[in-house]
């Protein structure tokens, strides 16, 4: 019973790492305007309406914002872009 459930949870994220086959690139952003609580879902919502981009995770205590997306679809230069019209000039974090 437990061997079955064990073997269930791997196929289950066997399943979850399928997306993972699709051309994804993820890169940090340092986003040094984001100082207050406000502040990371607004960069959050800028960088998640950018087109292709799939997922965008906030990192305030380092003021960073780390992000997911099709190469084939948008780039680094978009990304950028998109936190600058937000309010929120940010670097690629090398
Ligand atoms: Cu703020």
């Not at 269930?8 to 984001?34: F, K, N, Y």
């Not at 309406?49 to 305030?60: C, F, I, R």
Request: with cysteine; hydrophobic share 45%.
């Amino acid at each position: 019973m437990r061997f079955k459930a064990l073997v269930t949870i791997l196929l289950m994220s066997l399943s979850l790492a399928a997306p993972a086959w699709a051309d994804t690139r993820e890169v940090t952003l340092d986003v040094m305007g984001m100082v207050c609580p406000a502040c990371p879902p607004n960069v959050k919502y800028a960088l998640e309406s950018v087109d292709g981009v799939t997922h965008a995770e906030m990192n305030p205590r380092e003021r960073q914002a780390i992000v997911r997306f099709d190469p084939a679809r948008t780039n680094v230069e978009a990304l950028l872009q998109a936190t600058d019209d937000a309010g929120y000039p940010s670097t690629l974090k090398h």
